[in-house]
């Protein structure tokens, strides 16, 4: 099952989201660049929300709103592979 963590970029305190997977819930591991690859791990200091499961990260993500890269928000969306 595919786990999700939103960070905020630093510089532009845009939001991106990290896809992972669950090792034992509720812990995951990410990927160290965002679904968008424009960020990496490290351009931020903490986690918005951690090993979220994707209708979670939906709702969370709807809360920040425009803030939230739309490349990473769409990948929520896609049915490709579906």
Excluded: W
């Amino acid at each position: 099952m595919k786990a999700y963590t939103l960070r905020k970029k630093t510089d532009t305190e845009e939001y991106h989201l990290f896809e992972g997977n669950f090792t034992i819930q509720p812990y995951c591991i990410t990927k160290q660049l965002s679904i968008c690859k424009k960020m990496n791990k490290t351009e931020s200091d903490r986690d918005v929300f951690k090993c979220y499961k994707e209708q979670h990260a939906r709702i969370q993500i709807a809360e920040i709103g425009r803030q939230v890269c739309g490349i990473c928000v769409s990948t929520l969306y896609s049915t490709f592979g579906d």
